[in-house]
């Protein structure tokens, strides 16, 4: 069966540090992969989507940015983090044959 | 562009009883499907249930059901014999067939409360 792993699972970083957010899946190949963002109270916010190693579509403008540099592992960066950053991050998977998108147990990122 | 549109913020029900939360969606894409997740206190997102917007038939799910109603662009969640696990923030999503671009669009969720 398949799994999807996200770690650090808390964060608290000052404004101005780097960031880095790790997805990983099992149980699967060659995944679509997915970002979100959900902030206090609101729904969910996709940032980046992959369909296969180094292709990444951003969809919103802003501080981050994600990599796919193998197969079944995405990641989520800063240079230099926002207070605007703080909120609930999600990462997802799917296949490729259809819509369902599969969630991992997200990460708790404050800024200070 | 589609949009989703969750109307209560809000709900309650005695465990036991049946509830129904809304959503209502538009889209001008014609191949799509919709999506209810549950998010518990743990805050990972749950799949619930899935409709393909080409099926008239109800999607089922044990206790979990949705009234799909195209026309009026409406995909309801009814939660049967509700449980105190079942309160969670439930959100409803849409996503356009065709894996590749993958956007689910959520809606701003549903926030469901049981009573023992």
């Known amino acids: 069966s398949q799994t999807i792993h996200q770690w650090p699972a808390t964060l608290v970083q000052p404004v101005g540090s780097p960031l880095s957010l790790e997805c990983t899946v099992e149980?699967?190949?060659?995944?679509?992969l997915y970002w979100y963002r959900q902030a206090a109270g609101r729904g969910l916010q996709l940032l980046f989507y992959?369909?296969?190693?180094?292709?990444i579509s951003s969809e919103v403008p802003q501080n981050l940015s994600a990599s796919r540099p193998q197969d079944r592992q995405f990641i989520l960066s800063s240079k230099k983090l926002l207070l605007s950053d703080s909120g609930f991050y999600l990462c997802?998977?799917?296949?490729?044959?259809?819509?369902?998108?599969?969630f991992g147990p997200g990460t708790r990122l404050t800024v200070l | 562009a589609q949009t989703v549109t969750q109307s209560q913020p809000e709900m309650s029900v005695q465990e036991a009883e049946t509830v129904t939360l809304s959503c209502t969606y538009d889209t001008s894409e014609s191949d799509y499907y919709l999506f209810w997740y549950k998010q518990p206190p743990s805050r990972q997102m749950i799949l619930v249930i899935r409709q393909e917007a080409y099926k008239q038939q109800n999607a089922t799910e044990n206790r979990f059901s949705v009234n799909f109603q195209k026309a009026a662009k409406s995909f309801s969640l009814k939660i049967s014999d509700s449980q105190l696990g079942d309160a969670a923030m439930y959100f409803c999503?849409?996503?356009?067939?065709?894996?590749?671009?993958?956007?689910?669009?959520f809606g701003k969720g549903t926030k469901l409360s049981v009573k023992p």
């Open positions: 999503a849409g996503g356009r067939n065709g894996g590749s671009q993958g956007n689910l669009i």
């Open positions: 992959s369909v296969g190693i180094g292709q």
């Open positions: 149980g699967t190949s060659n995944p679509n």
């Open positions: 997802a998977w799917s296949t490729t044959r259809t819509d369902t998108q599969y």
